[in-house]
T-cell receptor, first 114, second 112 residues
Framework: AQKVTQAQTEISVVEKEDVTLDCVYE???????LFWYKQPPSGELVFLIR??????QNEISGRYSWNFQKSTSSFNFTITASQVVDSAVYFC???????????FGKGTRLHILP | DSGVTQTPKHLITATGQRVTLRCSPR?????VYWYQQSLDQGLQFLIQ???????AKGNILERFSAQQFPDLHSELNLSSLELGDSALYFC???????????FGEGSRLTVL
């Protein structure tokens, strides 16, 4: 069965520090998709990135970067030079190719302290 | 604004009651997902519909049911409510396939 583990329940860092959020997944499929979503204090869930299982290239978008490693079944998310506005709960998610069920991890609550 | 509309935003009811949560997906999106978010369980996938038909099912209780109508809006029915059903219920839509989910603002249900 699919499983997504975000071992870090809560992280606090001081503004401008870099922080990495870990995500480890389990799936029996060779075709799958991985996602990261952000849930700020206002409550809405915002899509950040999608990666398919055949694309192991790392991605950078501004201060955000993602490291996908199939060998360790990990899809980690790094925020560089963190800002207070980055404070949110971040969810990693997984869907397998055969259906559209998207399973979320339990989330990591990130506090960026001024 | 994601384009996904959920009503009501807040709902307070008593144990044993029944409620209906409504979701209007983004214009053109055929697929609707329902999730339950509680403090201890994170975001739990409940059920997904695609163009009126059930596509995938998660850990949805038998007391809960959902449907998607011809106009593509969806309703989640929760019956015989228990205290533990208190949670934030999210609807999300996508145009189909494992793509970006667009989430509504959620319906916060409180069962007293």
């Amino acid at each position: 069965a699919q499983k997504v583990t975000q071992a870090q329940t809560e992280i606090s860092v001081v503004e401008k520090e870099d922080v990495t959020l870990d995500c480890v997944y389990e799936t029996r499929d060779t075709t799958y998709y991985l996602f990261w979503y952000k849930q700020p204090p206002s409550g809405e869930l915002v899509f950040l990135i999608r990666r398919n299982s055949f694309d192991e290239q790392n991605e950078i978008s501004g201060r955000y970067s993602w490291n996908f490693q199939k060998s360790t079944s990990s899809f980690n998310f790094t925020i560089t030079a963190s800002q207070v506005v980055d404070s949110a709960v971040y969810f990693c998610a997984l869907t397998e190719g055969r259906d559209d069920k998207i399973i979320f991890g339990k989330g990591t609550r990130l506090h960026i302290l001024p | 604004d994601s384009g996904v509309t959920q009503t009501p935003k807040h709902l307070i009811t008593a144990t044993g009651q029944r409620v209906t949560l409504r979701c209007s997906p983004r214009s053109g999106d055929l697929s609707v997902y329902w999730y339950q978010q509680s403090l201890d369980q994170g975001l739990q996938f409940l059920i997904q519909y695609y163009n009126g038909e059930e596509r995938a099912k998660g850990n949805i209780l038998e007391r809960f049911s959902a449907q998607q109508f011809p106009d593509l809006h969806s309703e989640l029915n929760l019956s015989s409510l228990e205290l533990g059903d208190s949670a934030l219920y999210f609807c999300a839509s996508t145009d189909g396939g494992p793509g970006e989910l667009f989430f509504g603002e959620g319906s916060r249900l409180t069962v007293l």
